[in-house]
């Protein structure tokens, strides 16, 4: 009896022992280590950029882990990643995990950037702050897209402005340019023509030019002459006594204006006006009555005959 509890015990634990030894090795299959006692910290990225299982997670260029595994969260589309550390390195809350490419060939990795200034460590289970740094192939193609844009519109205007010219150049315009080109060159040749005559007549007329010159230098020198000769005559001092000439007038038209001096009242004063206009009337009476009645005033009498009396005028005369 006691040998058959005992072989029913080793059959038991032989076959726990094999349940266990197969979900050890089907987890070590997949990258799990049922004793393994490495952190575990997560990320959720909106892409991976191509990220894979097992990528190296580094820090500073070391690698320190790996990512486990990568799922997509039904809710909200975004991707989750775990990352398996395999060493003790301190890693802050704050650090940043960033998917980066570290060669054209290398698939992407994940570094972690450390805050070795924060001081509330992570835990395992806890997650990190996602970044995703542009490979150089990306960034080239980032870099590319508004150029290839730009490329495409001057190809596309280029090609319309092509469009454009083969339906101006038709068999009419051809022929009138090659017309045009011909006459430019009947009127260049016609041009070395003139210029040929123009050199000529310039040799031929060489003495008289320089006569014309000698003679425009002697103009010259005579105009120097009469302006040395104005500034000998103190023109300026001419042109200041002329100004204060004209400084003296306008005070004096200035006075006459604003009613001071003789011709200033005779031009703004009204009772010396009045008195001028009746004094001219009344001479202009007195020669009216010395016309029409010059006895009044001249008595010439060969005979000696005797003045008659003065009588005035019982009313004016008429004009």
């Known amino acids: 009896m006691i040998l058959k509890i005992t072989r029913e015990v080793k059959t038991a634990i032989l076959v726990i022992g094999s349940i266990l030894l197969f979900f050890w090795g089907y987890s070590f299959l997949k990258g799990k280590n049922l004793f393994d006692t490495t952190r575990k910290f997560y990320v959720v990225y909106d892409n991976v950029e191509g990220l ?70 992570a835990k395992s289970g806890d997650y990190l702050q996602p970044k995703v740094i542009l490979g150089l192939t990306a960034s080239l193609e980032k870099n590319l897209a508004p150029i290839q844009e730009k490329l495409d519109k001057v190809l596309a205007n280029a090609d319309a402005l092509l469009v454009n010219l083969n339906d101006v150049l038709d068999a009419n315009t051809k022929s009138n340019l090659k017309k045009t080109i011909a006459e430019l060159n009947t009127t260049m040749t016609n041009f070395s023509s003139v210029s040929g005559n123009l050199d000529k007549v310039v040799a031929d007329n060489k003495e008289k030019l320089g006569s014309v ?107």
């Open 52 to 121: 894979a299982p097992s990528a190296a997670v580094t820090i500073n260029g070391l690698t320190v882990g790996k990512v486990n595994t990568i799922t997509i969260q039904e809710k909200t589309g975004k991707l989750l990643v775990e990352i398996q550390m395999d060493n003790e390195v301190p890693v802050a809350k704050s650090s940043t995990a960033s998917i980066y490419e570290p060669g054209f060939i290398g698939g992407k990795q994940i570094a972690i950037n450390p805050n070795f200034e924060d001081t509330n460590y």
């Open 213 to 319: 010159v000698t003679n425009l230098d002697k103009t010259t020198g005579n105009f120097a002459k009469i302006s040395e000769d104005l500034e000998k005559a103190k023109l300026g001092a001419t042109v200041e006594n002329l100004e204060k000439t004209l400084v003296s007038v306008n005070k004096m038209m200035a006075d006459m204006e604003s009613g001071k001096g003789t011709m200033g009242k005779l031009m703004k004063d009204e009772a010396m006006y009045n008195n001028l206009t009746k004094a001219s009337k009344e001479i202009e009476l007195l020669l009216q009555d010395l016309r029409l009645h010059p006895t009044r005033y001249v008595n010439v009498s060969l005979f000696g005959k005797k003045e008659k009396p003065y009588t005035a005028p019982a009313e004016e005369p008429k004009k």
